[in-house]
């Protein structure tokens, strides 16, 4: 009977060790597609592909959120001011914010929010939209991105999106470093630390 219990727990333990690997694996790996466009708060074209050579904190949101988005976007905020001490905001990383509520979240709509949250528009923090001649591919490709990094969102039909909580840090390559959580629980010092040791 205890070699029963030994084999099981065994199997079990395999088992979840597997599945751990399979999520490392697959976050590590992450990438963001080359086809990506979307377009800013400034109604330019931003091309993935074309990117700065440096590195990305992506945050997903939606100006309609009643708490954790506006929360993070008021941290990243705090952070910003202490990556521009350091000299290395804009030149080694940039900020991007993708809503995930393209329809509603139009390039004025992001600008004026931006504007709100006394957001300094210097071309290293973009707001980032779908195209309303184009809305529905651009949804699509909203959707594959965020898909990329496993963050889900879904809109129950009130308007206010069930969504992951994380923000995510990429490389030069806009492949996958690390994520964080969002909200009350986006920790500036931790977010901060990372960006500069992969700066080193």
Known sequence: MK?????????????????????LVRDANA?????????????????FSKTKKNLKLVEFMYTHCPDICPTTTMKMNLLKKDLEKEGVFGSDIQFLSVTIDPYRDTPEVLKKHMEHFEIVEDGNWLFLTGDHNQ???????IEEL???FQFQY?????GFYVHSTFVFLVDENNKFIKKFPMGEDFNREEV?????????
Request: one cysteine or more.
């Open 3 to 23: 070699k029963i219990y030994l084999i099981c727990s065994i199997i079990v333990f395999a088992g979840i060790a597997a599945g751990i690997s399979f999520f």
């Open 31 to 47: 990438t963001i597609p080359e086809d990506t466009k979307l377009v800013t708060m400034n109604n330019e074209v931003y091309d």
């Open 135 to 141: 809305l529905k591919k651009d949804m699509k490709q």
């Open 146 to 148: 965020a898909g990329t």
């Open 154 to 158: 879904r809109d129950p039909g009130d």
């Open 192 to 200: 901060f630390s990372k960006i500069m040791k992969e700066l080193e």
